[in-house]
């Protein structure tokens, strides 16, 4: 694409904005990505990889319709990663076993999987002794369980760096190591492009908003965007023979059997700025969660810990939508805990919007101008 405009700028090089870059060019467009770091280094690499059915959040209800989808394309989604890149991503089905620890969670969790029984979705209620037949190092003291079969995992830093070469197999351009200062404007209501902190200009007919939890900081936008960022600080333990063989999810974390022999436990909510640093009472509260979930992970050596930045909304919900007042101008970002969940529905999403499709799922609950109408 060398010398030639681009037609569409996506601003952020995670997996949404990878993964739509990389759909905007199979559809014929001239694409450059700008990223301020390394694709995928941010929220991608930092997150547990989990798709559930019923995606996380403490409304997952309007959620729904956009997460089933999404789960759905994931078969498809990893084979065409495949074919363009030949990197395997494996898509691991799991399981997941939510697991109560008193009777007030007991209630609240039967409350969730009737629920998800009135939105047709297959959850099955266990009492304590099947919980733990089918995960027999879980607590004796927990008090019912609910088991969704389809929830998955995939390895999201694979996956990033498959994004990544994928787009860049397709003839996607990508600037690396400058953050996109604002977004420029054309007469008529039209973007123009983006212009770079160095203060370099990139024009282009669209403009795709993907910056993750940098989404808010950026300049030139027609009304305040309330993305902010929220701390996840995670570790991972050695737990080989495996100690759980399903996504097990508790009230206050959850424990994802990776491939690799490890067992992530996840996360902690804070509002820190844009603070990556892991702290003793956060993984405090982590270690002291998931031994009350697996008593034997007490003495399972911790191997890793970190923490990233998963871009946060007012309601919780992704801002995902054309802008209805600016021509070209598109938002994919504030996905919070589902970012890798929501990734191929957003990228055909993205790239119909961009072109003039009629997206496949309702985006009135994501509209980006829902923060500012009265």
């Known amino acids: 694409m060398s010398g030639q405009r681009p037609d ?21 467009l001239r694409v450059v990505v700008v990223e301020r770091g390394t694709p995928g280094g941010e929220a991608t690499w930092a997150a ?32 065409a990663v495949r074919e363009a890149t030949g990197a395997i991503v494996e898509l691991r089905e799991l399981g997941n076993l939510r697991v109560a620890l008193s009777d007030d969670a ?39 369980a609910a ?81 902010h960022p929220v701390r996840g600080q995670m570790l991972a333990v050695e737990a080989v023979p495996p100690l759980v ?20 436990v996840g996360a902690t909510v804070e509002r820190a700025g844009f603070d990556r640093r892991v702290t003793p009472a956060g993984l405090r509260n982590l270690v002291s969660a998931a031994i009350a979930l697996v008593p034997d992970l007490a003495e399972a050596p911790i191997v890793e810990t970190w923490a990233g930045l998963r871009p946060g909304t007012p309601d919780g919900f992704p801002v995902l939508g054309a802008d209805p007042e600016v021509a070209g101008l598109v ?14 529905i957003t990228a055909e999403i993205v790239a ?7 997206p496949a799922v309702g985006l009135e609950p994501f509209s980006p101008t829902r923060f500012t109408e009265p």
């Open 8 to 28: 569409a700028v996506v601003i952020g090089g995670g997996a949404v904005g990878c993964a739509s870059a990389w759909e905007l060019a199979r559809r014929g």
């Open 48 to 79: 547990a990889g989990m798709l559930s059915v019923m995606p996380e959040g403490d409304r997952p209800d309007a959620l729904y319709a956009l997460a089933r989808a999404s789960h759905d394309r994931y078969p498809g989604f990893l084979r």
């Open 106 to 144: 007991a209630e609240a969790l039967r409350r969730e999987v009737e629920r998800e029984w009135a939105a047709g979705l297959e959850a099955e209620w266990l009492d304590p002794a099947a919980a733990r037949e089918l995960e027999p190092s879980l607590a004796g003291t927990i008090r019912a």
């Open 147 to 227: 088991l969704t079969q389809r929830d998955a995992h995939v390895d999201n830093r694979r996956l990033g760096r498959a994004l990544w070469a994928a787009a860049a197999a397709a003839g996607v351009a990508f600037r690396l190591g400058v953050p996109a200062a604002r977004v420029v404007f054309g007469s008529g209501g039209q973007v123009a492009g983006v212009e770079l902190a160095s203060g370099e200009r990139i024009d282009a007919g669209a403009v795709v908003v993907a910056a993750g939890s940098w989404s808010g900081t950026l300049g030139g936008l027609p009304r305040p965007l309330p993305v």
């Open 245 to 264: 063989r399903r996504i097990v999810m508790g009230s206050a974390c959850y424990l994802v059997p990776a491939s690799d022999g490890r067992v992530l």
């Open 331 to 344: 938002y994919a970002t504030g996905h919070f805990r589902n970012g890798i969940l929501l990734t191929p």
């Open 352 to 358: 119909d919007l961009v072109t003039g499709r009629p």
